[in-house]
């Protein structure tokens, strides 16, 4: 089956073959026709274009807006007042720990309790009182501001902190007794 390629070219014969006599003109018809067909014209999407436009400029007043508060109009003395308000946290770092635990602490106490029928008194009372001394800490936030910094105010402030605290959790300790006494005055009403 195999042959040598040199061989079989050797022995190959081209055939004559006569073109057509208007073979020249049919092949030029045929190439105008093929050059100078119409290019499919591109559909012209201008409503994409107006859209990716105002979505590009809708991102970018998104990103550039500002996003810090923006301070109503205050009166220089006003500005210079909201600037020099000093608070028990912001006298130094270690106050500023003191603070933010105890208020933390109260602010959990107090969402952690259960209010019902049988402890709403109770629990109305320990509140009221809270909220007398949470007014008391802003009147001594107050006075830090107009007398300055001084000890008999820091202990103050921090004396409400930790009495609040001790509060909150005195009832949490009377409300959890009271709870007791009525699951066994519940329970022995049921035998």
């Given at each position: 089956m195999?042959?040598?390629?040199?061989?079989m070219m050797t022995d190959y014969k081209e055939e004559n073959r006569a073109l057509s006599s208007?073979?020249?003109?049919?092949?030029?018809?045929?190439?105008m026709q093929k050059m100078h067909r119409e290019k499919p014209k591109k559909k012209h999407y201008t409503w994409?274009?107006?859209a990716a436009s105002v979505v590009l400029l809708i991102s970018l007043a998104i990103k550039f807006y500002p996003t810090h508060n923006i301070t109503p109009n205050l009166?220089?003395?006003?500005i210079e007042s909201a600037q020099k308000e000093i608070s028990l946290g912001s006298i130094s770092?270690?106050?500023?720990?003191?603070?933010?635990?105890?208020?933390?602490?109260?602010?959990l106490t107090i969402s952690e309790l259960e209010i019902t029928e049988n402890n709403k008194e109770v629990l109305e009372g320990y509140l009221n009182k809270i909220?007398?001394?949470?007014?008391e800490y802003k009147s001594l936030t107050k006075?830090?501001?107009?007398?300055?910094?001084?000890?008999?105010?820091?202990?103050?402030?921090?004396?409400n902190l930790q009495l609040?605290?001790?509060?909150?959790?005195?009832?949490?300790?009377?409300?959890?007794?009271?709870?007791?006494l009525n699951t066994k005055q519940h329970e022995t009403q049921v035998l």
């Open positions: 195999q042959q040598d390629i040199k061989k208007n073979h020249s003109q049919k092949f030029e018809k045929l190439l994409l274009s107006i009166t220089g003395t006003e770092p270690e106050f500023n720990t003191i603070e933010t635990y105890y208020t933390n602490s109260i602010n909220a007398e001394l949470t007014q006075e830090l501001n107009t007398k300055g910094v001084n000890d008999a105010t820091i202990d103050a402030l921090m004396s609040r605290l001790q509060l909150l959790q005195r009832l949490k300790k009377q409300l959890k007794q009271l709870n007791n």
